[in-house]
């Protein structure tokens, strides 16, 4: 599934569905388009990012960074009851889930080894981060709990969103590369899935538009 198929189902749909609902599937497939046109793996992610925020319709404040991964949860929990398909079942468990694991084994992409680095928590504590964050996987794993690992994955990806977006990190640095493709990999699969499930579920309460488009008058 790619933008092309999406937009052109989105265009059938548009008039039926609510402006709010439209108004954040035009901007998320518009960043899907962009980031299929991305020839770098960054600004692959990026773009792909930002089409996951556009969907989301949620800005992440630096200060509820702690919080975060329950926020997500809500909203993949969501979108995992409507995938009656079971499309993003299959897409963790089965096509991404060595990447996956690999991905939740690297601290580098853990919030709590940065900031044990910056002197702010103890090596016992992030450690202990890491441990619990494999924990949880490995619970959702036996549960078959595709919400609870996803809020532990995009946990991780939000680092790494935090990483490219603040400039700490070097543009085609081979220092993420690995994990970078990785998500990459997966957000090119996912996202897709995350607006073909809203543009199925008009009647599910997404939520409003953040940035509503406003004409001035005068």
């Known amino acids: 599934m790619n933008y092309s198929q999406l937009k ?3 265009r059938q749909l548009r008039d ?26 960054d600004g692959q992610f990026i773009f792909l990012w930002i089409a996951f925020n556009a969907a989301y319709a949620c800005e992440i404040e ?19 009851l409507l995938d009656t398909d079971n499309a993003i079942d299959k897409l963790v468990w089965q096509e991404f889930s ?14 709590g080894f940065w900031d044990y680095h910056s002197q702010r928590i103890t090596e ?8 619990t964050g494999k924990k949880m996987a ?5 549960s078959g709990n595709t919400p609870m690992l996803l809020g532990v994955i995009f946990n991780r990806l939000y680092t790494l969103r935090n990483q490219l977006i603040h400039g700490g990190a070097t543009w085609n640095s081979q220092v993420n590369r690995k994990q970078l493709h990785d998500c990459v990999g997966l957000l090119h699969k ?9 543009m199925e579920h008009p009647e599910t309460l997404w939520g409003d538009a953040c940035y509503p488009v406003v004409e001035m008058v005068g």
């Open 124 to 131: 016992q504590e992030w450690k202990s981060q890491l441990a």
């Open 8 to 10: 052109n189902r989105h």
């Open 62 to 80: 630096h200060n509820s960074r702690l919080s975060e991964q329950g926020t997500f949860r809500n909203f993949l929990e969501k979108l995992c």
């Open 98 to 111: 060595g990447s996956i694991r690999v991905l939740l084994d690297t601290p580098y992409v853990l919030q």
């Open 190 to 198: 996912l996202i897709p899935q995350i607006i073909s499930l809203m």
């Open 138 to 142: 490995s619970q959702a794993l036996s």
């Open 16 to 41: 039926q569905a609510p402006t709010n609902l439209s108004l954040r599937v035009h901007r998320a497939l518009s960043w899907l388009q962009r980031a299929e046109m991305a020839e770098d793996e």
